[in-house]
C-alpha cells in the first residue's frame, strides 16, 4: 500500500468512520438536510440544534464511504456553539482545501480535526464524499434563513 | 493495419500465450498505474481498444474523411463505401441483414429511439403501417428487475406518455430471473418485453428463447438488451428471433460514440422515426415530409462516421479471434473470479454462486467496507473495477445494498490479474480493520 493511500485513509479518519460523533438524529433540531450522492449512493442527513443565532451543535445520520462518514463525524466536532457567520467561515475553508488538489495544508484553528481531510483532495473523485456533510449543513442553514 | 495475424491464433481454446500476444496489440495495457502495471478488470463499463481499431479510425481520418450519403466527389464516395461496408461487418457479427443495422450513439439512444418510434405510433403518426406499434391504457410493457437504468427509464417514460403499464419480472435470490413469475406476466396484455441478455451486476445470462417464445406466443415485441453479451459471445440476433436489440461500440473494442440498433426489416420499415431532419428524408414540402426506408430514415443528421468505421474494425478483430474462444476464456476467468471471492471471510457475490454459468465478471460485497473504499484500495494497486450501482439501483436494491464492486474481464485479461485482484480484495478488510463475521458462501449462504 502506497504512502497515498495511508494519507487518504489516516487513522483520524478511519477512527471516526468507525466510531462516529454525533452519529443518530437528536429530538428538535431547528433545521435539516438530506444529500445523496448518485454515483455511489453515499448519504447524510444533518440536523442543526440552535439557541437563537448560535448553533450550538449538530446531529446526523447516514451511510456511506469512509470518507464520507467520517466528514460528517469530524464536522460535527467543528461546528459546537457557533455564530451563522463563523459556521459559514469554517464550510468556506473546507470547501478551499477540497479545491486545493493537495496544495494548502488546511487552517486548524479553523477545521480542528477535520484538517486531515487534506488528503482526499488529491483524489478528485473523492472530493464530493467528504463535501456531502458540508453542503448538507450549508442547506440545513440555508433552510433556517428563509424560515 | 492488421487483425491479429492469422498465424499467430490457434485453432483450439484461448491459450495464455495468445492473450499474452493480444495484449500486445492494446497500447494501454501497457501504462502504470500508481506505480504498479494497469490491470484493467472494467471492461463491462468500456473496453480498451487495440491498434488495429485507433488505425482504422486513423486511417479513415487522415484518407477518406467527408460527408456520407452526399455530395457527389471521390472522397465521398469513397466515405460512403467505407461507411456502409463496416455496416455489413457489422450486421454478419450478429447474424443479420445490413438494412436491419441502424447506427445509433450507443445503446441507450438506440431504446431510446424505439420506445420514442413506439410514442409517435401510439400518436397516430406512420399509420396505418405502424399502428402495431401502438400503445394505450390496458396495454403492458414487460422488463425485468435486474436492468441497466437504460432498459428501464425509456419504458416508464414511454408508460407515462401512453397510459401504457409497465410489469417487471422478478428474480431471485441468486439473481435468476423467476420464469414462473415471466410466465405468468407475459399475457395477452403484453405488447413489448425487453430484457438484458447478460446482466451487467450479477452476470447472468437470460434464457432469450424461452422469453422470445413466451412473448411471441401472445403477439409481444421483443427489445433485447445486447450490451453484454454482443462483446463477449458468439451472437446470432437472427436465430435468437428478437425483433430489437441494442448494443454499444465502445464495450466491443470499438469507440464511444457508436452503437447498434438491429430491428427485423419488416417492423423498421414499418416503424415512425424518432430524430427527424436531414439525410433521412425522401421529399419535403414546407407542410410535411416523406421518410426514406430503414435505417436510413432513423439515421438523421450527420452521422458518426469514422466511429462506425472503426466499430467494423472491432468486430473483425473479434471475428479474427473468435467469439467462441473469447467467450469460454472469459467464462473461465469469471469462475475464477466467484470462486475466489465466495472464498474470502466478509465477501458476499451478487449473483449465481461459483459453478454456475455466469459472465466474465463478477460484484460483490464487502463487509463494513464501502465499494468506494474497496475501489480505492484496488486503484492503488493498479487494479482498476467499477464501484457503485453500476446504473441498476433496483437490482442492488433488491439485494439490500445500495453499491458493490464489480470486476469485468475481456479477452485481454489473464488468471494472474484475477488472482492479484483476489489478493487485494483479501488485504481491503485488514486495512479497513473490518473483523468479518460472514463466512465463506460455500459453508453458509448468506443472503444480503
Ligand atoms: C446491460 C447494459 N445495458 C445498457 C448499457 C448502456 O450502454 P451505453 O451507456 O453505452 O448506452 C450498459 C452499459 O453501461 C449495460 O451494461
Redesign the interface.
Known sequence: ??S??ES??QEVI?DHS?TPHNHGLREGGSAESHQLNP?????VTLRIHSQGDTITSLSWEG?????SQASASLLSDVIVDLDRAAVQERIDAFRELMRSKGTLEGDEELLGDAVVLGGVSR?IA?VK?AMLAWVALEDAMAKTSAA | MTVPDASTLSDGPLTLAEVERLRADFPILGETVNGHPLSYLDSGATAQRPTHVLEAEHDYLTRRNSAVHRGAHTLAAEATEVFENARARVAAFVGVRENEIVWTSNATEGINLVAYAFSNASLGRGAPASSRFALGEGDEIVTTEMEHHANLIPWQELAARTGATLRVIPIDDDGQLQMAAAEEIIGSRTRVLAFTHVSNVTGVINPVERLVALAHAVGALVVLDACQSAPHRPLDLGALGVDFAVFSGHKMLGPTGVGVLYGRAELLDAMPPFLTGGSMITTVTLEKAEYLPAPQRFEAGTQRVSQAIALGAAVDYLSEVGMQRIHDWEAALGQRLVSGLSAIPGITVLGPPPGVERAGLASFVVEGVHAHDVGQYLDDLGIAVRVGHHCAQPLHRRFGVTASTRASAYLYNTPAEVDAFLEGVREVTAFFGVVPTLYPQSSERTSL
Open positions: 500500500m502506497s497515498s493511500l487518504l485513509y478511519m468507525r454515483t455511489c449512493g453515499d448519504e451511510h456511506g464511504c469512509a470518507i483524489y473523492r464524499c
